[in-house]
């Protein structure tokens, strides 16, 4: 055995000599030891932790269900933890704070006592830090900015740690409007992984997977962050073959030349080889090397197989010419800094993402559209709880339950934001649970809102009125409106945007004998007709203006009701109001032509339904299916449902409307609303029919008569539009294998078209996220609901079969494009921000009305049509997280794209600042104390309007699209 062991000793000893040899004689024939400097490589340890995908967050947090996936996150932190300690020269990274905080608040304050000297000492460091990793086409910025915030809060009050990195290395594309908010947030460096496969190689060619990226063309200097592609994906490396991945059985390193099978000069070759390559497209001797990947470090395998890795090449860094060391994306960011070079300067996104020829990941933009509208309505729930608390609390009001109250939703809507949750790429039962949690949220903010409206109306100390919510009025259904008439029903409308509006209504009831009582007791004008959704019931229409963050009260009670009969549609048929005439042909039955405001004659729009055919990835091109994540159609033309759908028609004095049925699972209703210049156009799809064996991928269409020469625009996250060009990418060459799903792109707020000679512009409003295309100039398509059959590949392992109806509202406007902008601006946060109803019961209008306040408004003049108040929301330590928002883009409109002033000294009724501090974006940093890396960039272009003042005497000052956030203390 002795001898065995010496000779197999000497065997590896020959070896070792042999390769030292062989890598100096090649250096002598080069003309030196390494014709490039010593590379250092930045190992980054760490996991990626999705917040719910196959699993629920809470499966995934606890290891349940593992013969789905072998993942279990608190024992990945536990590994970690113990690992940091045994190892001061280890580092490791963390994202995710929403598993995060569950594993924290089962510590003893001795192990949350080691984990903060680790977070102190730069061992353990969080990176991004927000509750999750966010998707990025179908989310729009104010729930960004909400689920960060609540990550770097907690990091803020735990650590006193502010993180400085963005790490999006899953998301399937990404948004200017992302690298914008990381930049206001005073993030250094975006780290990005995927990008489309033909813009990569094109980087790959030039250098430039590291970039400065202005995420802002309005905010312009300000928001531009240094920008780091990463060179493969997040994982570890395996282009050559891997070799790395030892938690996932790749040999381990032996480096003890007693025992066989040593192979440390194999793995540090290997390594060697992956660092070349990757140094040969980065312009810094700098390399990023990821260490984990999915749900890794459930035990010690990497580090203990990657610290004999480091000591070995280290030992021999004449050989290898590495630096090798663990380190995380500052510490690499840092060392490029330092090198002190210009970077290109990118202004564009990167949508849609493909990772082959036919393999477009446009499908999300669409995929549970159920899913998506109700968080982004629970978005404006949040938003609406925190006006709330934040301007009607009253002597009664118990604080801290109702901000425990508010965290339950806001924590689950945090949740929602991760890029498996709203992209709708999650498996079935995670969906539903990602739902549950929301809905139990949303029930301990109802709670909460009841108790407010009923403390808040009743200053008279009369008998407290109880309130109740309509979840499913858009079925249709209310339980509160099925007591009338046998008792009059009070409704709260509860405004939290900071501009009064004009809301239109339709209600259900059991009677058309209704009337509608005003907040002053006068009749409000209404009309009466048959519920289309629910024959022998009625739907009562009529218009209340509600004051800015404040309420209105309109009450339900017996009386002689305008009563409007509902006709079928015969011959063309014209609805109209003061901004509008829609004319629907007698021989197609849809809509032909309309005419708006201003314009000299009728413009031809037809508006119909179609379905793409889902691929089930079997055609001579491609394997590719459509799925979850994918979009993919056999053919390049869409299918119609009818040629001529079964119109019914309702013309009244408040709304006049035209209900259409494509097909059993397709209708809509058009409505023009008087006074209002907007079409509204509310749609029901599903459930998707798949008896003949086809996926189906739901679209309206508008086509018109525009020249709109191959493009159109899409909002990105609902902050500034980009423009969209088809078949056409702006910094490389698109290969156009797929002209339906290239042309693709993620549409939150809104997307229009133009015709510069025709002087007008078309937009769809959305109330969630969605896909939109231009495949024929004229045309404007939006998808609206899919169901797919086969799994696309992607790792769901399930296709997206959804049997889901959705109710689906959108905001067509037609205008001049120089005043497009002053229109379908704020209606887009008038869509997504809807008023909330609070039902009470009452003997009658007039006894209500005589006991409790029945309007009320919190501010002493409305905002500025271009400023929106964004968040107005009681901290736990009192003071008032307050975020004001310009929301108009450089040249929109000549009046509402100028800078703009707000004196918040007088803005409040009954609140009167005291203290007022500027922070970031996220208020875990005084704006005072940022100091940002200052990069180089070619051809850098500084804002297009000068920078806001800073805070002088409670004066907020806001440039176009600038976001300022304040933290204030009120009396």
């Given at each position: 055995q002795f001898l065995g062991l010496a000779f197999r000793r000497k065997i590896n000893m020959c070896k070792s000599a042999w390769l030292a040899i062989a890598a100096v004689t090649v250096a002598f024939l080069s003309g030196c030891v390494h014709s490039r400097p010593i590379i250092n490589v930045h190992v980054v340890a760490h996991t990626h932790d999705d917040v719910g995908w196959l699993k629920t967050v809470d499966e995934y947090y606890v290891g349940m269900n593992q013969s789905i996936?072998?993942?279990?996150?608190?024992?990945?932190?536990?590994?970690?933890?113990?690992?940091?300690?045994?190892?001061?020269?280890?580092?490791?990274?963390?994202?995710?704070?929403?598993?995060?905080?569950?594993?924290?608040?089962?510590?003893?304050?001795?192990?949350?006592?080691?984990?903060?000297?680790?977070?102190?000492?730069?061992?353990?460091?969080?990176?991004?830090?927000?509750?999750?990793?966010?998707?990025?086409?179908?989310?729009?910025?104010?729930?960004?900015?909400?689920?960060?915030?609540?990550?770097?809060?907690?990091?803020?009050?735990?650590?006193?740690?502010?993180?400085?990195?963005?790490?999006?290395?899953?998301?399937?594309?990404?948004?200017?409007?992302?690298?914008?908010?990381?930049?206001q947030m005073g993030f250094d460096a975006f780290f990005p992984g995927r990008i489309d496969y033909g813009d990569r190689a094109n980087r790959y060619n030039?250098?430039?997977?590291?970039?400065?990226?202005?995420?802002?063309?309005?905010?312009?200097?300000?928001?531009?962050?240094?920008?780091?592609?990463?060179?493969?994906?997040?994982?570890?490396?395996?282009?050559?073959?891997?070799?790395?991945?030892?938690?996932?059985?790749?040999?381990?390193?032996?480096?003890?030349?007693?025992?066989?099978?040593?192979?440390?000069?194999?793995?540090?070759?290997?390594?060697?080889?992956h660092v070349e390559g990757r140094y040969k497209v980065y312009r810094t001797p700098n390399i990023l090397f990821p260490l984990g990947c999915d749900f890794q470090f459930q035990d010690n395998t990497n580090y203990k197989n990657m610290d004999?890795?480091?000591?070995?090449?280290?030992?021999?860094?004449?050989?290898?010419?590495?630096?090798?060391?663990?380190?995380?994306?500052?510490?690499?960011?840092?060392?490029?800094?330092?090198?002190?070079?210009?970077?290109?300067?990118?202004?564009?996104?990167?949508?849609?993402?493909?990772?082959?020829?036919?393999?477009?990941?446009?499908?999300?933009f669409v995929s549970r559209s159920a899913l998506k509208g109700?968080?982004?309505?629970?978005?404006?729930?949040?938003?609406?709880?925190?006006?709330?608390?934040?301007?009607?609390?009253?002597?009664?009001?118990?604080?801290?339950?109702?901000?425990?109250?508010?965290?339950?939703?806001?924590?689950?809507?945090?949740?929602?934001?991760?890029?498996?949750?709203?992209?709708?790429?999650?498996?079935?039962?995670?969906?539903?649970?990602?739902?549950?949690?929301?809905?139990?949220?949303?029930?301990?903010?109802e709670g909460f809102l009841a108790d407010s409206f009923s403390a808040f109306i009743n200053p008279k100390g009369h008998a407290a009125p109880s309130f109740q919510f309509c979840p499913l009025l858009n079925e249709s259904l209310c339980p509160a409106t099925q007591a009338f008439p046998?008792?009059?029903?009070?409704?709260?409308?509860?405004?939290?945007?900071?501009?009064?509006?004009?809301?239109?209504?339709?209600?259900?009831?059991?009677?058309?004998?209704?009337?509608?009582?005003?907040?002053?007791?006068?009749?409000?004008?209404?009309?009466?007709?048959?519920?289309?959704?629910?024959?022998?019931?009625?739907?009562?229409?009529?218009?209340?203006?509600?004051?800015?963050?404040?309420?209105?009260?309109?009450?339900?009670?017996?009386?002689?009701?305008?009563?409007?009969?509902?006709?079928?549609?015969?011959?063309?048929?014209?609805?109209?109001?003061e901004f509008y005439t829609l004319t629907f042909s007698a021989s197609t039955g849809r809509l032909a032509s309309v005419q708006f405001a201003g314009s000299a004659k009728p413009i031809a729009v037809d508006q119909n339904y179609f379905w793409w055919n889902s691929s089930a990835g079997n055609n001579v091109n491609s394997s590719q299916a459509s799925g979850a994540y994918a979009f993919r159609s056999n053919g390049t033309a869409p299918l119609a449902f009818s040629d001529s759908p079964q119109s019914t028609v309702v013309t009244g004095p408040v709304v006049s409307q035209v209900h259409q049925v494509?097909?059993?699972?397709?209708?809509?209703?058009?409505?023009?609303?008087?006074?209002?210049?907007?079409?509204?156009?509310?749609?029901?799809?599903?459930?998707?029919?798949?008896?003949?064996?086809?996926?189906?991928?739901?679209?309206?269409?508008?086509?018109?008569?525009?020249?709109?020469?191959?493009?159109?625009?899409?909002?990105?996250?609902?902050?500034?539009?980009?423009?969209?060009?088809?078949?056409?990418?702006p910094t490389w060459t698109l290969n156009v294998t797929d002209p339906v799903t290239l042309n693709y792109y993620p549409m939150n707020y809104g997307a229009f078209i133009q015709d510069s000679t025709a002087n007008v512009q078309l937009t769809v409003l959305t109330d969630r996220s969605r896909g939109a295309t231009s495949l024929n100039d004229g045309e404007l398509e939006t998808m609206l609901h899919r169901r797919c059959l086969y799994d696309d590949g992607y790792g769901v392992g399930e296709p997206l079969n959804e049997t889901t109806v959705i109710r689906t509202k959108q905001y067509v406007e037609l205008a001049a494009?120089?005043?497009?902008?002053?229109?379908?601006?704020?209606?887009?946060?008038?869509?997504?921000?809807?008023?909330?109803?609070?039902?009470?019961?009452?003997?009658?209008?007039?006894?209500?009305?005589?006991s409790y306040t029945a309007t009320y408004t919190a501010l002493t003049q409305p905002l500025p049509a271009n400023v929106h108040l964004l968040t107005l929301k009681t901290m736990p330590d009192g003071r008032v997280l307050l975020r004001l928002n310009h929301i108009f883009a450089v040249g929109e409109d000549a009046q509402l794209s100028q800078p703009v002033s707000i004196d918040v000294s007088s803005l409040f009724v009954n609140l009167t600042p005291i203290e007022m501090q500027e922070t970031t974006l996220t208020a875990n940093r005084p704006l005072t104390e940022l100091n940002r890396l200052a990069w180089n960039a070619d051809g850098?272009?500084?804002?297009?309007?000068?920078?806001?003042?800073?805070?002088?005497?409670?004066?907020?000052?806001?440039?176009?699209?600038?976001?300022?956030?304040?933290?204030?203390?009120?009396e």
């Open positions: 996936q072998d993942a279990g996150v608190q024992y990945i932190i536990d590994e970690v933890v113990d690992a940091l300690i045994a190892n001061p020269a280890r580092k490791f990274i963390y994202v995710e704070i929403a598993f995060f905080i569950r594993w924290w608040q089962q510590q003893t304050p001795y192990r949350q006592n080691q984990v903060r000297q680790l977070v102190s000492s730069g061992q353990l460091e969080f990176i991004n830090g927000g509750w999750c990793m966010n998707d990025e086409a179908n989310v729009d910025y104010t729930a960004i900015i909400d689920q960060m915030t609540d990550g770097h809060q907690f990091l803020l009050n735990e650590f006193g740690f502010r993180p400085r990195i963005g790490w999006h290395v899953d998301p399937f594309g990404h948004a200017n409007t992302q690298a914008s908010i990381f930049a030039q250098q430039t997977l590291e970039f400065m990226w202005q995420g802002s063309q309005s905010l312009g200097k300000s928001t531009q962050i240094f920008t780091h592609v990463l060179y493969n994906d997040y994982c570890y490396p395996r282009e050559l073959g891997g070799g790395f991945a030892w938690e996932w059985g790749d040999d381990p390193v032996q480096d003890d030349d007693r025992l066989t099978n040593y192979n440390a000069e194999d793995v540090a070759q290997a390594m060697l080889a004999k890795l480091i000591a070995y090449v280290n030992a021999h860094q004449d050989v290898y010419g590495l630096n090798v060391f663990y380190s995380t994306p500052s510490i690499y960011v840092d060392y490029v800094y330092a090198a002190n070079i210009s970077w290109t300067l990118n202004t564009d996104d990167f949508f849609p993402y493909s990772s082959g020829p036919y393999n477009t990941w446009s499908g999300y109700y968080i982004r309505s629970r978005t404006a729930l949040l938003h609406l709880a925190d006006a709330v608390l934040t301007t009607t609390a009253t002597a009664a009001t118990n604080t801290t339950d109702a901000l425990e109250r508010i965290q339950t939703l806001s924590y689950a809507h945090s949740v929602a934001q991760h890029h498996d949750a709203v992209a709708g790429t999650e498996k079935q039962h995670v969906a539903d649970d990602y739902a549950q949690r929301l809905a139990i949220g949303s029930t301990a903010v046998a008792s009059a029903v009070p409704i709260v409308a509860y405004n939290h945007l900071g501009w009064p509006r004009t809301e239109n209504f339709q209600l259900p009831v059991n009677t058309q004998n209704v009337q509608v009582i005003g907040a002053n007791g006068s009749a409000i004008p209404s009309q009466v007709f048959a519920n289309p959704s629910a024959p022998g019931t009625f739907i009562v229409a009529f218009s209340a203006t509600i004051p800015p963050v404040g309420f209105t009260t309109f009450i339900l009670q017996a009386g002689s009701g305008n009563f409007v009969e509902t006709s079928r549609m015969a011959g063309d048929t014209t609805i109209s109001n494509f097909y059993g699972w397709v209708s809509h209703v058009i409505r023009l609303w008087a006074g209002s210049n907007r079409i509204e156009v509310e749609a029901t799809v599903g459930p998707i029919d798949i008896s003949d064996g086809l996926g189906k991928e739901v679209i309206s269409k508008w086509s018109t008569s525009l020249d709109t020469k191959q493009l159109w625009w899409t909002d990105s996250e609902g902050a500034e539009y980009q423009r969209r060009q088809r078949n056409f990418r494009p120089s005043a497009a902008a002053a229109v379908h601006r704020p209606d887009s946060f008038r869509l997504n921000n809807p008023v909330q109803l609070a039902f009470s019961t009452a003997a009658n209008a007039q006894g209500w009305l005589s850098s272009s500084a804002a297009k309007t000068e920078p806001a003042a800073p805070l002088k005497d409670f004066v907020v000052q806001l440039a176009p699209q600038q976001i300022r956030t304040f933290l204030v203390r009120f």
